[in-house]
């Protein structure tokens, strides 16, 4: 299921989703979906809120919600939030700040926030903010970029960005560039063109974008391009996939690249979608 | 046996030192006949390894070798071989306790006494420790490993890692002339990090020095004038003074004031990159004795197809009409080969160049409280050689439990008994001390002062297939060594990989039945396992 | 006369590897189906752990495999529970091998930790050495740091024995970021400020100082301690400020900082410290050297001349917020 949303919205970015088998996705997403509600990574395969996100922004691209049944869904999301306001991922109680974000971002989709209690779901997110400024999976957990991007996002689209200490954070995250031009995720880490999404993203939420060389990062995304399949890989020379090429593709398109079309840094579709479903996320600037 | 040795073959090899034995498996590696001998009863020339008992025989023998004149063919000449008895000279040995104790030999057990402040303590008597002989490795000259060193990289490459074990030496240690001690030597970053014998302005200054020499090759233009002097000089422009320039001469550079800056940088920089690997200082020591690796390489040459022939004399070199040499004459044999190699202490067109000043002690007591491997480096007083003390304790399984074998290694000045008495005389103690237990100086048990002569001999004076490779230095490590050996190899075949990387098991396959060959290898594995016992 | 040895060529090996996947490729599928199949008829036995385990060693990142095999100890505990145990130490065994496969996968971690709810008695001996193992492959590896957390909470471990655990670390490694960021934690809860509980005690701070003081003049380019130290010095508010104690420390900090300004005359993180130092200390009296500072900085670390250009006119900014209220 992730990875047909990462091709997918790469295609978008490009301009190319027509190309895609519509009908044939819808169906399957129709197949991976659960009587609680629930969506699957793949047909037999148990529901779990990464997928279940992973379905609603694929069928948001289709602007095909209406093929589920998204009461349903919203349902399930419900369900999966705990009494501290944090979110497990399915039945089984894995608790991760990414489960915080999911939730969220797909009740958004679904304009169906008012079913969680927002409150207690932000008290969570921030209960997990470090001494960098930055957040991990759960209160305690180090900071990493990805897990910084989910809270960000999760704040985001909640409305409480003013709760994050911005000027550490922006400070932490333009520090994970690196002489190459590329991100890494956490300190004396290598990079990683995922990062280039992650931070990059993050940075433009919080308004702090100007904090980094752009320049310098465009170069290093370039770089991960191989030459023969047109796809990306985490650092250059390393053997491309979908994953990559979607943040590769996303970060560009954050950089301003005129031949993609924009992306929305909070939920990694492209703006004209998020615009479509009149969602406004809030967005910090200096 | 004797009908065995092919004869012509690729590489003959007199002398199973450890240059002889890494180019022996070199060749062996690639395919080439390789017949190794060695006139003595043992493995590793003059890098041996011996227990008690053996120490004893092999310093018997070395004194009574004939030498032996052998007829010549007219259109041939032969080098006399003077199998060379001086190599190991100056042997002093010396017990420091007596042999009194009866009961204690009958049972052979340790006695354990109980000292009056109740302490546990063993008391040794003379044939208490003969007794245990077998556990006592005594290397002729032990050598260490940098971790990151040319021994650890071929012995890597080539697989024949597995046939050693190696420790981590676990702290290095220089002089203190002001507070008359030892002072440990922060190796690592962590170790420097930790340190509470320096300021946080030394770490930084200690720190800077070590990265710019690692870098000293990428960014030459930073030491253009220190290029011009010596070590002293450049330290000296960075305002290095106190126990940093300490740790920095003794230890990390392993030098001199005087020492060349290039040569310093050097050291440095293997020791620098070497560190943390295995651990927190750059070095390995080899369990059981540096007289191990030569034998380890001789066991690679013998499982791809090196023969093996302790106990021949070689009597002479032939030498054919074209100048080139065509064989030997061992044991009135004569065997032909396309390459000859020869240590440099058999062959007679080597001359004496210097020698060595050795001192291995047995002790009762470790000098630091480090129960490992610890090497000791004395920057040199009073216009003297640099000494180093390499400390090993029974888990280096260089003794039994409860003593140490302690080496000192020093440049020849005069002999080994005077150029080492001051250094002992500081941190040993011939008899049992009185003091108070936590301050008195190990004891020494038993002692053995020799000196080894090192040779030096001239390409242009042998003939072009006849090749002499060098014995045992004062150096620390074996990195020259395994440079000189790879140089004599691709002297010879200069196509060659110089020992690749040996076939993972699940690649090899076995021409012949499969049993003939494991049983080939373990005859060998038998062979070299024999002499090593 | 000798066995020789014949060593097989890079093609042989790519081919037989070739083989060897596709080999795989079908058994994973046909595997999966009868997994799926069985569930289906509800037959949670031995049968379906087994071969669940088999793919999960393979690809621990199935959590939907994981979850059968929970489904299946949730009703042995119900038909079974005098074999409950043996079950658990098997999903432990499991979990530590799909560890060493991935190191990294959410699921295997999640896995043991909730079997771990699943019994009364739990060794957490071996689950600290399990993670002792895990953090000595990779020191930085975050999902082990949170499961140590997870079996900290469990056992009741102290939270000085984990500050001693983390002292350790830094002692073996101070580039341990990991590790800084397990102390930032731990120490407000250990040792907090009698006057205010987001920062340490006078003592414990001073220790520290002096600590990452160490790791700064050892590798003034390490940035862990970098952050930690800006966190340790600034994280309390305006008001503690005035609390002189906490104004004593800062300037000590500034005149090490400056030691080590003069020895690296060219580190920017020396450079920055400097200046946010100087910034608390006296913002406005220091003006004019902070944005020198705030100059050198674009110069020497243009990648982020934006933060720095940022910095600058914020200073600024509190400066003439300063003025104006104390004219007033």
Known sequence: MNGIYWSLTAMDLMGKLGEMDRDGIILFIKQCQHENGGIGASVDHDPHLLYTLSAVQILCLYDALDAIDCEKIVNYVKKLQNDDGSFCGDQWGEVDTRFSMCAVACLALLGRLDAINIDNAVNFVISCMNFDGGFGCRPGSESHSGQVYCCVGMLSITGHLHLIKADSLGWWLCERQLPSGGLNGRPEKLPDVCYSWWVVASLRIIGRVDWLDKNQLRKFIMACQDVETGGFSDRPNDMPDPFHTLFGLAGLSLLGESSLKTINPVFCMPQQVISRLKIQPQMLSL | MTDDIPSPCDLLVIGTGLTESIVASAASRIGKQVVHVDHRDFYGSNWATFSFNNLHNVLGVNKGLTECIEETKKETYSIHIGLNSNTVLNVVEKWFISDEDVEATIDNQLRIEETNNGILKQTWTKSEVLKHSRKFNFDLSPKLLYSKGEMVEVLISSGICRYAEFKNVSSIYTYDNVESGLLPVPCSRADIFNSKDITMIEKRLLMKILSMCVEYETKPEKFQEDEMGNFGNFLDAHKIQGKVRKYLIDSVAMAKESTNFQDAVKNIQKFVRSIGRYGNTPFLWTLYGSGELPQCFCRCSAVFGGVYCLKRSTRSIIIGSDGQATGIMCDNQNLKAKFILIEDSLNPLATIKSGISRAILVTNKALTSNDQAVLINLPSLNGKEPVRILELSASTMACPQGLYVVHLITRQVTTAIEDLREVIDTFFSAVESNENEALHKPQIIWSLHFNINEYESYADMLPLNLYSSPGPNSSMDFDNHVIQARNIFKSMFPDEDFLPRVPDPEDVILEGSAEEVVLQESLENQEVHNVHE | MHGRLKVRTTAEQQEIKAKERAKKLVMYKTAMNLIFSKRKSGELDDEILKMTGQVLTENPDISTLWNIRKETILKTKETMPDRVDDYVSNELALTEQCIRVNPKSYNSWFHRSWIL????????????????????????????????????????????????????????????????????????????????????????????????????????????????????????????????????????????????????????????????????????????????????????????QGYYTYLGSKIVEENQKKKISESS
Do not use: M
């Open chain 3, 117 to 304: 709810d699943q019994v009364s008695i739990v060794d957490f001996k071996n689950e600290f050495l399990l993670c002792d193992k895990c953090l000595e492959l990779d020191e930085r590896n975050f999902h082990c740091w949170d499961y140590r957390r997870i079996i900290v909470q469990k056992s009741k471990t102290s939270l000085e024995n984990e500050l001693e655990f983390s002292t350790n670390k830094i002692k073996k490694n101070f580039s341990n970021y990991s590790s800084w960021h397990y102390r930032s934690e731990l120490l407000p809860r250990i040792y907090p400020s009698s006057s205010d509980q987001s920062i340490l005690d006078d003592q414990k701070l001073a220790e520290e100082c002096n600590l990452i003081q160490n790791a700064i003049f050892t590798d003034p380019n390490d940035q862990s301690a970098w952050f930690y130290q800006r966190w340790l010095l600034f994280n309390s508010d305006e008001k503690s400020l005035k609390n002189s104690s906490l104004l004593s420390t800062l300037n000590n900090e500034l005149e090490s900082c400056q030691q080590l300004h003069d020895l690296e005359p060219d580190n920017k993180w020396v450079k920055l410290q400097v200046c946010e130092l100087l910034r608390r200390i006296n913002g406005l009296g220091n003006e004019t050297e902070i944005l020198q500072l705030i100059q050198q900085l674009i110069k020497v670390d243009p990648l982020r």
